[in-house]
């Protein structure tokens, strides 16, 4: 039999607190327990192991090399030990208490305001406070425990669940189709009534891509610009031009027929990286319980693929 068998959890957290104090009164009476039971126990550590792990003196317990060495390995044990203990936990926990959510405005009317009921019915002691805004916030200082955004993903200090992948259609309505015509190609977009969503940065690009080629901008002409999705998406239901919007705000107009897709053969974007739907939470090595059930949850009902993917 391996000697390392003999080795349990409370002789290992018992010489992590020796060398971390060099002392074993110290340990004893913070443990409550007999300075020579501290003594014996790393004694039986040390003969399962076969390496002697400190050298003892009147004043004071001095790790030995191999104490050192050991120290690493026995505090990563103990660790992850400890995380899986209270990831356990959590399971039969309740989430209790507020989760303050901060979201893109029109994104959480569609996607995140209908499904609080159901949340709140799933776990009725908890409690959200919802921000819509457009603009990046530091979640740190503005006190957020969870940003849903939608971008390209790579700050490290964040940890984020991607839920989605955004996708971009051109799109207007059987109305205006019928009166202008379908562009063929997409230099023929400039002689249409395009509507165009203006941010922060300027009005959003229109970029094309043929199969297995690069993105093109197209050269297009505004004939109406906000910076109110909702107003843009009102204007081309109504038949005033094309829109380019991501599956997550004209999916559902999609499908049920109350948008065509413009150029279909044709990818379009807004930017030429791949943009994510993600929640996003400051990095933290164990996210509290709340975080996460909110996270589980809309993963839950988002599905894979999102259920406004067409």
């Not at 819509?132 to 200090?157: C, Q, V, W, Y």
């Not at 190609?185 to 922060?200: A, D, R, S």
């Not at 053969?265 to 509290?288: E, G, L, M």
Request: glycine content about 4%; some cysteine; proline content about 6%.
């Amino acid at each position: 039999m391996n000697r390392t068998n003999t080795i349990d959890i409370r002789a290992l957290r018992f010489f992590i607190s020796v060398f971390n104090a060099q002392n074993f009164s110290v340990v004893a009476r913070r443990e409550d327990v007999s300075a020579s039971m501290i003594s014996r126990t790393i004694h039986q550590l040390e003969d399962a192991l076969g390496q002697q792990l400190f050298y003892r003196n009147t004043r004071a317990v001095i790790p030995t090399e191999a104490g050192k060495l050991f120290f690493d390995y026995a505090k990563n044990v103990v660790e992850q030990l400890d995380e899986a203990q209270e990831q356990l936990q959590d399971r039969v926990a309740e989430p209790t208490g507020l989760v303050r959510i901060n979201a893109p405005v029109f994104f959480g009317q569609r996607h995140i305001a209908p499904w609080l009921a159901n949340l709140y019915e799933r776990y009725p002691k908890l409690s959200v406070d919802l921000t819509l805004t457009d603009e990046f916030i530091d979640p740190l200082k503005e006190g957020a425990d969870l940003m849903f955004r939608i971008s390209k993903l790579g700050d490290s200090s964040f940890h984020a669940k991607i839920l989605a992948s955004q996708h971009y259609y051109l799109a207007a309505s059987p109305r205006y189709i019928a009166q202008h015509g379908q562009p063929e190609t997409p230099e023929e977009l400039c002689e249409h009534q395009c509507l165009v969503y203006k941010g922060f940065q300027g009005p959003n690009r229109w970029l094309v891509q043929n199969k297995n080629e690069g993105w093109v901008q197209c050269p297009i002409t505004s004939y109406l610009t906000s910076n109110n999705s909702d107003s843009l998406l009102t204007a081309a239901l109504q038949g005033m031009g094309i829109i380019l919007f991501p599956d997550w705000l004209i999916g559902n107009e999609l499908k049920n027929g109350q948008l065509c897709k413009v150029l279909p053969d044709h990818q379009a974007a807004i930017h030429t990286q791949p943009q994510h739907v993600a929640a996003i939470y400051p990095n933290v090595r164990h996210p509290p319980l709340n975080v996460r059930t909110v996270i589980d949850y809309f993963t839950e009902v988002y599905g894979s693929p999102a259920y406004w993917q067409l």
